[in-house]
């Protein structure tokens, strides 16, 4: 499929009675704005060209999917239908993920460790917006009320896991697809119980978003297995998040890494 066919398709699929196309050549972009709105977002059109090259009409499917839900949830905020305490998720992205929304606003945000930082969200069904500054008001609450709220909302989130051997190595995968699969990292109470049943060591990664891996690492192969995995579903993700892994002991998260360097 070339660019010029994907733009039309995209046309098609999302219908031009609510949006606006407007196709910039020389960047490879797609902006599509909202009618009623009057607020767009621009498409990246090669990564989406190269992930139809590997899964077709699904990430045709996927991108369309995503820009009608990012816009649904633009008209919920303007309504003001998705300012509701109980409504809020912590999510965690890189550190390099921008610390202000493009309006200026910084998000509120907590320090989990080198490689990542914990975001907050409002939950709005199928997507969530992250929140920031400028939501406080409407919420009526605190960065610290925030952060206590989502503490307890991520404990609430089922932790069901899948489990595979590999070399003598266990891992368990997280993968509910509800948005919030790599927040259970922040689960103390969860990763202590993974704790107690892992024989080895215990590592746990988060490549992106939607997959939280767990590794009963029991010999020196399970380390390369775990990153040989984590790079795959970091190269993957929608939203991506590290290619790193971190060892879990006494509650604490340590990167891979570095323990490396020590021995």
């Known amino acids: 499929m070339k660019t010029e066919q994907l733009v039309e398709e995209l046309k098609k699929r999302l219908g031009t009675q609510k949006f606006v196309f407007s196709y910039n050549r020389k960047d490879d972009k797609l902006r599509v704005e909202h009618k009623t709105l009057q607020k767009g977002m621009e498409i990246h059109l090669p990564g989406i060209l190269a992930k139809y090259n590997e899964r077709k009409g699904q990430a045709i499917h996927d991108v369309v999917y995503t820009i009608e839900q990012t816009f649904l949830a633009m008209e919920k905020e303007q309504n003001e239908e998705i300012y509701h305490l109980s409504k809020i998720y912590p999510v965690i ?126 010999n020196e192969t399970g380390y390369d297995v775990l990153a040989q995995m984590t790079m795959h579903f970091f190269s993957i993700g929608r939203v991506p998040i590290t290619s790193l892994s971190f060892v879990y002991e006494n509650g604490e998260l340590t990167p891979i890494f570095i323990l490396a360097k020590n021995r």
């Open 93 to 218: 992205r890189s550190t390099s993920f921008p610390l202000k929304s493009k309006e200026g606003h910084a998000f509120i945000t907590a320090d989990h460790t080198a490689e990542t930082r914990i975001f907050y969200a409002l939950d709005l069904g199928a997507t969530y917006r992250l929140i920031d500054e400028s939501m406080l008001p409407k919420l009526n609450a605190t960065p610290d009320q925030i952060r206590e709220i989502a503490r307890f909302s991520v404990r609430q989130l089922p932790t069901n896991t899948k489990k595979d051997e590999v070399a003598g190595n266990v891992f368990y995968f997280v993968n509910e697809n509800d948005g919030y699969d790599a927040s259970r990292i922040l689960n103390e109470a969860f990763l202590k119980q993974m704790r107690e049943k892992i024989e080895g060591d215990m590592a746990i990664s988060v490549p992106h978003q939607d997959v939280l891996i767990i590794g009963d690492i029991r």
